[in-house]
């Protein structure tokens, strides 16, 4: 549900992004994917080796998630490398969730193994300071990733940046894992973290390819009250959200326009039946003009 907050001078409506505006986006969006892959790379390696050392089934499943984020990333790069990257965009999604799913069936089984009779998790001071360094890394490069791709209207990048969003909640359960293993003896605290992370990966996975990522630039609409319609959900849980929905069905409502008024706009927005980009004329001199994007569609 959209919330209209009071008008104030030093605060406009954001509006589409400009051609000009697209391209610097897209490149920011590329720098940011080549650092994740980068970083990703080294804590993969160090990951896995460190886990296969301590037989710890959470840094092994924290290292395959360092392997899932490079592929998202990668997926997002592959995307933004073409001529049309919304052409693109549900192919990249895609190969997002099944990274994600993979990643939650493998560590699922290693940890359900583990638990079952397994060989226990040994110390690993290296675990601790790898989750301990992403957790400060990855916050930084997920909301970078998000901001440009919630400006540009990229379900994928903001998909990609909710990847990277994980990592950091995973780096938690391993820190919390291996700190209960290494401080008070507590061997099955680090199969339990990899259920956690294995159960949060499935939760990403679908989401990704349900496209519940996304959240296309919206143009607010300036109500009889002297309000802006924002479009955005500031909800107590802290997510935002580029859909209008229905309150009498639920259903996301399409996005809709103005005909009068002077030099409308264009601005792109996905139509909940289709997904696939359209231009909505938008009248940026009504008072009542402005749209709305319908484009977290559930396919």
């Known amino acids: 549900m959209s919330t209209h907050t009071s008008i104030e001078s030093d605060r406009s409506v954001r509006p589409a992004p400009t051609?000009?505006?697209?391209?610097?986006?897209?490149?920011r969006i590329r720098f940011l994917v080549a650092a994740t892959i980068a970083y990703n790379v080294i804590e993969a390696v160090i990951a896995i080796s460190a886990g296969r050392i301590a037989s710890s089934s959470a840094l092994i499943g924290f290292g395959l998630d360092s392997i899932v984020e490079v592929l998202s990333a990668a997926?997002?790069?592959?995307?933004?490398?073409g001529h049309d990257p919304e052409a693109r965009e549900k192919?990249?999604?895609?190969?997002?969730a099944f990274a994600f799913l993979g990643l939650a069936a493998f560590v699922s089984f290693d940890a359900i193994r583990s638990l079952l009779g397994g060989a226990e998790a040994d110390h690993s001071l290296v675990g601790i300071i790898l989750a301990a360094v992403s957790l400060a890394v990855m916050p930084f490069l997920s909301w970078a990733q998000r901001r440009a791709g919630r400006e540009l209207g990229s379900?994928?990048?903001v998909?990609?940046?909710k990847q990277t969003l994980l990592c950091t909640y995973l780096s938690g359960v391993l820190l919390v894992g291996l700190l209960l293993n290494n401080t008070l003896g507590w061997s099955?605290?680090?199969?339990?973290?990899?259920?956690?992370?294995?159960?949060?990966a499935l939760k990403e996975g679908r989401e990704a390819w349900k496209g519940d990522s996304c959240c296309a630039p919206t143009v607010g609409n300036l109500g009889d009250d002297g309000s802006v319609d924002t479009g955005e959900d500031t909800s107590d849980d802290g997510q935002d959200s580029c859909c209008t929905t229905d309150t009498t069905t639920g259903a996301a409502a399409p996005a809709t326009t103005t005909p009068a008024g002077p030099a409308p706009s264009t601005l792109t927005a996905r139509p909940a039946a289709t997904g696939v980009?359209?231009?909505?004329p938008v009248n940026s001199g009504s008072k009542t003009g402005g749209a709305?994007?319908?484009?977290c569609s559930h396919e």
């Open 91 to 96: 192919t990249a999604l895609r190969l997002i």
């Open 19 to 27: 051609a000009e505006r697209r391209v610097i986006l897209s490149r």
């Open 75 to 81: 997926a997002v790069a592959w995307q933004f490398a």
């Open 159 to 161: 998909a990609d940046s």
């Open 155 to 157: 379900r994928s990048a």
């Open 292 to 295: 709305s994007c319908a484009c």
């Open 188 to 200: 099955w605290a680090d199969p339990i973290a990899a259920l956690v992370i294995a159960a949060v």
């Open 277 to 280: 980009p359209v231009d909505v």
